[in-house]
């Protein structure tokens, strides 16, 4: 398979802890975040999304954070499990609905 | 439901050749996505169809790379004469019309050029 995370920024957090992956996005007219959860193997899973109207929106145990003052995205996991170990991804959508996506940051959970 | 499937799911190849790869949406999404992640790096859009036209091809790198949707469902990207940069994974991800946020990606095809 593909090497996955060699160049990618790495968190690794304690099972059972929080995480947060963190995100700066370009486009200031962007109107629409999403994070994307990869697998080795697989391709992006959706995880959550938020507006740009909005600066919180919590899921099932993930929470995501916008500050567009600063163009900041934040990926909250609570309670991280060995199953959360993947590499995620901010998207963004700007004009003519296009998506463009970040670097990608690798979620390492020690059991 | 079936997903979105892609086709292979890896191809090793050598440089001058010619490589096809093709993507199968849900059915009934209109948006068809090509995206490309090289050396583990981000994912960088490649084009953008809506039905079988091009919305925006903006990413595509260069007259090598060819996509098309033919009557509006699966989509082919092929790769013509490939070279040692274009390895990487393709992925494929489709959404309904006007509610495309939600991307729904393929497994991916892992390109090898030699």
């Known amino acids: 398979g593909e090497s996955v995370g060699l160049h990618l920024p790495t968190l690794s957090v304690q099972e059972g802890d929080n995480s947060i992956i963190n995100c700066a996005y370009s486009?200031?007219?962007?109107?629409?975040f999403i994070w994307y959860k990869q697998e080795s193997g697989k391709g992006p899973q959706f995880i959550i999304d938020?507006?740009?109207?909005?600066d919180k929106r919590q899921g099932q145990r993930v929470t995501v954070l916008l500050n567009k003052t600063v163009k900041h995205l934040s990926l909250q996991i609570a309670a991280t499990q060995p199953g959360d170990s993947a590499v995620y991804f901010c998207?963004?959508?700007?004009?003519?609905?296009?998506?463009?996506f970040g670097t990608g940051t690798k979620l390492q959970v020690i059991p | 439901e079936a997903g979105v499937t892609q086709f292979p799911s890896h191809s090793v190849i050598e440089k001058g050749q010619t490589v096809t790869l093709r993507c199968d949406p849900i059915?009934?999404?209109?948006?068809l996505y090509w995206y490309r992640r090289v050396m583990g790096k981000e994912i960088k859009f490649l084009l953008h169809?809506?039905?079988?036209?091009?919305?925006?091809e903006s990413g595509m790198p260069n007259n090598r790379f060819l996509a098309e949707r033919t009557g509006g469902t699966y989509s082919t990207l092929k790769v013509q004469p490939a070279e040692l940069e274009d390895s990487g994974v393709y992925f494929c991800?489709?959404?309904?019309?006007?509610?495309?946020?939600?991307?729904?990606f393929g497994s991916g095809t892992q390109l090898s050029v030699l």
């Open positions: 486009n200031s007219a962007s109107d629409y």
């Open positions: 938020i507006r740009s109207n909005m």
């Open positions: 059915s009934g999404h209109d948006n």
């Open positions: 169809f809506v039905k079988e036209s091009k919305q925006d």
């Open positions: 998207a963004e959508r700007g004009g003519y609905q296009k998506v463009t």
């Open positions: 991800a489709s959404s309904l019309r006007d509610t495309n946020e939600k991307l729904f």
